[in-house]
């Protein structure tokens, strides 16, 4: 069974960093699609980045390309979100989602995030201008 427990948010200046990080238990004999997600109050749920676990291929929406990293630890069993150049904008709660990548919905068409089979309990980031 897929868990995922999600930890680092925070408070932040705008323009500054942080790292989230994502530990995901049951993953390991198979090949997921883990990816993280941020939502608002009163709007749908948005992709952020993604990547496969056997490695190789990550995926970034263009709302926050250049700005965030995705990586992943095997060994740690963790895959960490480095957000850089904060904006208030990029304020909300930040989930962490698992789907087997034969089933890949895609990440950052609107309501792809319906499709992901394991869920995270967020974790909230806020920027201050």
């Known amino acids: 069974q897929v868990q995922l427990v999600e930890s680092g948010g925070g408070v932040v200046q705008a323009g500054g960093s942080l790292r989230l990080s994502c530990t995901a238990s049951?993953?390991?004999?198979?090949?997921?699609?883990l990816a993280w997600f941020r939502q608002v109050p009163g709007k749908e749920r948005e992709g952020v980045a993604g990547?496969?676990?056997?490695?190789?291929?990550?995926d970034y929406c263009d709302s926050v390309k250049g700005r965030f990293t995705i990586s992943q630890d095997n060994a740690k069993q963790t895959v960490y979100l480095q957000m850089n150049s904060l904006k208030p904008e990029d304020t909300a709660m930040y989930y962490c989602?698992?789907?087997?990548?034969?089933?890949?919905?895609?990440?950052?068409?609107?309501?792809?995030?319906?499709?992901?089979?394991?869920w995270g309990q967020g974790t909230q980031v806020t920027v201050s201008s």
């Open positions: 990547l496969v676990t056997s490695g190789g291929l990550t």
């Open positions: 989602a698992a789907v087997p990548s034969t089933m890949w919905p895609g990440l950052c068409r609107l309501g792809s995030s319906n499709r992901y089979t394991n």
């Open positions: 049951g993953v390991t004999n198979s090949t997921y699609y």
